[in-house]
């Protein structure tokens, strides 16, 4: 079914423009609260943001839309993803909804919801939503007497801070620890430098001064070079790269070097498997991570269950199939154990529990299997449908018969942007690059010719 305004992780775009304007998420709002309108109680939403610009605009249009539905609204302000998650339950909210765009520039923004459960909500729902958003908004409106209040909460963010102190294990200390932590300029920029310093770590903060228009730009887990830089000028023991909406996290050794969330999973598997923590016998991942965690996996006796990218179908695979680990290689580590969501300053508090009971450097630590050489590359799209030309479907099943059993191959087309995402890995380097680009050479042709 066609979608107008999901995508994979909820809606996003180009602020002011398209499905990112105040009309659209005052529509949501309404959209949104009219559906969870559930029971005789006085309802209630919590709404946190990252620190975009366009955050603001949005936040009071979706105010509009929920007190309009007859909604109570909670304004967090910044505050990771994971904390509107946990808290949409702590605070016995209907609804918890997440301005951010994660890692994309601070021009675009998004709306991630939450159902009151912390869970992402499920295509179904998202497709209902999308039926109201484009019916006749005035049946929707409460009676004058019903309309909601919305009131500021600040101080709830310290209610977050001590639920992530909380999932280190309790013989754990960060003591004697310097780690470097970069907040992408985004919503951990409060919360994670005093939760780390609380916990006993000397914390330098990087990414912590935004400006509305700074976000992920050149910091945070999809810039990382500046935290590596940090590093090596601090001779930190490690480095914590988050990013925009802290829903992801990256690691830098002590030499420089990030780790992916794909050595991040195989640190924390092998850590919980060994300590008998580790539910459903191996991680969920999805079809991007590496094809040596699997064969890293399969040597402990573990599996490696792979799904679509977004982390609300790794979710949803392990609440199905009962696992406690997941993620995706780009960083978003689930631990089910004690977030309903990717949560990044949880996962790297697991490395770090690692770290300190191995008592070896973090290189050691995080370098669990060596990868597969993989590549991934991407095709821009103004429109059409390339992936269903003939042409396009005849080179991709040549270049899957020529990888056999030796690698794997996955062409998508984005969730979020107007890419088509061509990745190839196998135990050939040179094979690997020329199919990728021989791939890419026909997409891109067929784009052209439309």
């Not at 949501?28 to 029971?39: E, I, M, N, Y």
């Not at 609204?73 to 994660?102: H, K, N």
């Not at 690691?251 to 459903?280: K, P």
């Amino acid at each position: 079914m066609t979608r107008r305004y999901f995508g994979t992780d909820g809606i996003r775009g180009t602020s002011n423009t398209g499905n990112m304007t105040p009309d659209v998420a005052m529509r949501v709002g309404l959209a949104v609260g009219t559906l969870f309108r559930r029971g005789d109680h006085r309802h209630r939403v919590v709404i946190g943001k990252d620190t975009r610009l366009s955050g603001y605009m949005l936040e009071n249009a979706l105010v509009a839309g929920f007190t309009a539905a007859g909604l109570d609204v909670f304004l967090l302000g910044p505050i990771p993803t994971p904390a509107v998650a946990m808290l949409t339950r702590s605070m016995r909210c209907d609804i918890g909804v997440m301005i951010s765009a994660s890692h994309n520039p601070y021009q675009d923004n998004g709306i991630k919801l939450f159902g009151p459960d912390g869970y992402k909500l499920s295509d179904d729902v998202e497709a209902t939503i999308e039926s109201l958003i484009d019916d006749d908004m005035a049946k929707l409106l409460a009676p004058a007497d019903k309309i909601g209040r919305a009131k500021r909460v600040d101080g709830d963010i310290y209610r977050y801070i001590e639920f992530v102190k909380r999932t280190l294990p309790r013989d754990v200390t960060l003591n004697g620890l310097r780690i470097a932590i970069d907040c992408a300029n985004g919503a951990a920029y409060k919360v994670a430098p005093a939760a780390l310093w609380e916990l006993g770590a000397e914390v330098v903060p990087l990414g912590v001064e935004p400006n509305g228009r700074n976000i992920n730009l050149d910091c945070g887990s999809t810039s990382p070079v500046a935290l590596a830089k940090k590093v090596h000028e601090v001779r930190a023991d490690i480095g914590i790269a988050l990013d925009g909406d802290a829903d992801r996290v990256l690691i830098v050794d002590e030499n420089g070097t990030v780790v992916d969330g794909d050595q991040l999973m195989a640190v924390i598997a092998e850590s919980w498997a060994a300590d008998e923590r580790l539910v459903g016998g191996g991680v969920v991942a999805t079809v991007m991570s590496n094809l040596g965690l699997e064969r890293f996996l399969g040597d402990k006796g573990l599996s490696l269950q792979r799904t679509k990218v977004g982390d609300r179908y790794v979710v949803e695979h392990m609440r199905s199939h009962n696992f406690n680990v997941g993620g995706e290689q780009s960083g978003h580590i689930v631990l089910s154990d004690f977030a309903t969501t990717g949560d990044g300053l949880v996962a790297a508090l697991q490395v770090l529990a690692c770290v300190k009971r191995m008592n070896k450097p973090v290189s050691e630590v995080c370098r669990r299997f060596e990868p597969v050489p993989q590549l991934l590359r991407n095709v821009r799209v103004t429109g059409g449908k390339p992936l269903e030309d003939k042409s396009v479907q005849e080179a991709i099943a040549d270049a899957t018969a020529a990888l056999d059993n030796s690698g794997r191959l996955v062409i998508r087309a984005s969730g979020t942007e107007p890419l088509i995402r061509v990745m190839a890995e196998g135990d050939d380097r040179a094979q690997i690059e020329k199919i990728v680009d021989d791939l890419v050479g026909v997409i891109a042709g067929v784009r052209q010719a439309a």
